[in-house]
């Protein structure tokens, strides 16, 4: 098990910014593929992005590209999620997530899930 921790959210205003950080634990963490998905209310759980073991491969969401960064400090056992330009249709749990095998994330792939932080994005 890798466990993750995932902390950074909050409210801010359209327009704003947050960043998200998500610890895991060390042992084999640089090997993993490290994302981010979150959900809303009555909606299913969604890809927002993720980063290869190395962080020479990114993916996004079409709905986050130009807005999301994410990156990863393999000495940290970190990996953060910088959020610019934040619209309500931001407004989420989000959840940090670790494939073993791929970046490639959907949700049946994840092995481990951080506990979710809320980020509330105002009008």
């Known amino acids: 098990q890798v466990q993750l921790v995932d902390s950074g959210g909050g409210l801010v205003q359209a327009g704003g910014s947050l960043r998200l950080s998500c610890a895991a634990s060390?042992?084999?963490?640089?090997?993993?593929?490290m994302g981010w998905f979150r959900q809303a209310p009555g909606k299913e759980r969604e890809f927002v992005a993720a980063?290869?073991?190395?962080?020479?491969?990114?993916y996004y969401a079409d709905s986050v590209k130009g807005r999301f960064t994410i990156s990863r400090d393999n000495a940290k056992n970190t990996v953060y999620l910088q959020m610019n330009s934040l619209k309500p249709d931001d407004t989420a749990v989000y959840y940090c997530?670790?494939?073993?095998?791929?970046?490639?994330?959907?949700?049946?792939?994840?092995?481990?899930w951080g506990q979710g932080t809320q980020v509330t994005v105002s009008s």
């Open positions: 997530a670790a494939d073993p095998t791929s970046t490639r994330m959907v949700v049946s792939t994840i092995r481990s």
């Open positions: 060390r042992l084999t963490f640089t090997r993993y593929a």
């Open positions: 980063i290869s073991w190395n962080g020479a491969t990114t």
